[in-house]
């Protein structure tokens, strides 16, 4: 027989799911939370939407979960956050809590005496970190941004933490997964300097969501939860392809300027190959993005404004083994 599984004011025994809220700090804030408590014990895991709240496949991935996931069927625990930004989903700010202007994801481990983006932050650190002992935090292209889906790993946590966080990656229906150097910053970062071995999904973009990309969702999560025998079934392992960020090509804008894009995420490209320009008012070129090598396009500026010292995209140099992909 498992336990019960408590959080703040919220408790669910086994066999068990319960929704409420988790109250951020003093600040007068809560973010709706659930609790779904499998009939025996294993392992507890972490599952969060909406910690950018313009990223909206893993906002409604989150969502229909909650209410799909069957504590009967599983073993251990699930603790489910849909939406940690609420005051930005309410207010349509591009990814930033309302209050305060800040990123949640750069802002970990938090203060408790900060703005509300610390004091969220803080309060993951305090009283959810601990009690996890796996995480998957779903993420998307922001609002101007569109993507070819992948992973990220930890890369620098304990071995036997970035072990287990690479193992996780396997499982997700992805082609690229790349380990994360960052200890702390970013939620599952800050997670894995604790032990918590984790994933960053990136799956969607442009503030939008398809029933195809959540549908996607989902299943890769209910995959990894299957690897980490919390639902029953054997999980399918995926023959991702690891690289490092550093061996990819970020193109940041050198202007301030309108941005014309010749490609999409997901397009290959040729080394040479005009990748997009940026003009100024009146029309002018004003800078021109060339391949530096073949490749697949990850991430990409689709709005039509870019600024200057901001990303433009990112791509990724094939192998001629990986040509297929």
Not at 196 to 204: A, K, M, S, T, W
Not at 223 to 248: A, F, I, M
């Amino acid at each position: 027989m498992g336990k019960n599984l408590t959080l703040g004011e919220l408790t669910a025994k086994p066999g068990e799911k319960v929704s409420g809220w988790l109250h951020i700090a003093d600040s007068g804030l809560e973010i709706p939370v659930s609790l779904i408590c499998g009939m025996q014990d294993g392992p507890t895991v972490l599952v969060t939407g909406g910690i950018h709240n313009a990223e909206y496949v893993g906002i409604q991935a989150a969502i229909e979960l909650r209410e799909e996931l069957k504590p009967s069927q599983m073993r251990g625990k699930v603790i489910l956050f849909p939406l940690v930004n609420r005051t930005g989903f309410e207010h349509r700010t591009m990814s930033m809590v309302y209050e305060d202007g800040k990123n949640i994801n750069r802002e970990f481990p938090g203060d408790p005496s900060g703005t509300l983006t610390e004091q969220i932050c803080h309060t993951f650190v305090d009283k959810v970190f601990p009690q996890v002992d796996y995480y998957i935090d779903l993420h998307c292209g922001d609002g101007y941004e569109e993507l070819y889906p992948h992973v990220y790993t930890l890369g620098a946590a304990s071995p036997k933490v970035n072990q287990a966080s690479d193992a996780m990656a396997r499982a997700v229906n992805v082609k690229f997964r790349y380990p994360s150097q960052n200890p702390s910053g970013g939620s599952y970062n800050q997670a894995g300097s604790m032990g918590v071995p984790g994933i960053l999904l990136e799956r969607g973009g442009r503030s939008v969501w398809s029933r195809e990309e959540v549908e996607a969702d989902k299943e890769d999560i209910c995959n990894v939860l299957r690897h980490l025998h919390v639902l029953e079934g054997e999980p399918e392992y995926y023959d991702t392809v690891q690289r490092k960020l550093s061996d990819g090509y970020f193109l940041i804008a050198g202007h301030t300027g309108i941005w014309y894009p010749c490609h999409h995420a997901g397009d290959r490209i040729k080394k040479g190959e005009l990748l997009g320009v940026i003009k100024d008012y009146m029309g002018n070129i004003v800078e021109e993005y060339y391949a530096e090598a073949s490749g697949i396009l990850l991430i990409q500026t689709v709005s039509l404004n870019v600024l200057k010292g901001g990303a433009v995209l990112f791509y990724c140099e094939l192998k001629e083994q990986e040509n297929s992909f």
